[in-house]
């Protein structure tokens, strides 16, 4: 069974960093992708970053985020610096994985909290 544990989320003060982790668990599977999306109170889940081979930002991140994999460890990494109070959110790990007992679909963590606020 496939399971993604996220951490690293928390409080900081604007213009802080953060840093979160999102490790995949299980045996028998393919990682064709990872990324990070948020959703902030009353809005829409949206992409922040991806990395499939090459990697994708949002605009409003552009600059201050870097995703990272660690493929050894199945490990997907978003560093957050300059970060601002519109980036306070719930921030869920996303990863499309091939099992041996199913194709490939996505998978998400259980999210984690980022609160950007003085």
């Known amino acids: 069974q496939v399971q993604l544990v996220e951490s690293g989320g928390g409080l900081v003060q604007p213009g802080g960093s953060l840093r979160l982790s999102c490790a995949v668990s299980?045996?028998?599977?393919?990682?064709?992708?990872m990324g990070w999306y948020r959703q902030a109170p009353g809005k829409q889940r949206e992409l922040v970053a991806s990395s499939d081979g090459r990697t994708t930002y949002a605009d409003s991140v552009k600059g201050r985020f870097t995703i990272s994999r660690d493929n050894a460890k199945n490990t997907v990494y978003l560093q957050m610096n300059t970060l601002k109070p519109e980036d306070t959110a719930v921030y869920y790990c996303?990863?499309?994985?091939?099992?041996?007992?199913?194709?490939?679909?996505?998978?998400w963590g259980q999210g984690t909290q980022v609160t950007v606020s003085s």
């Open positions: 996303n990863a499309r994985i091939r099992t041996v007992a199913l194709p490939a679909r996505d998978y």
């Open positions: 299980g045996s028998g599977f393919t990682i064709y992708a």
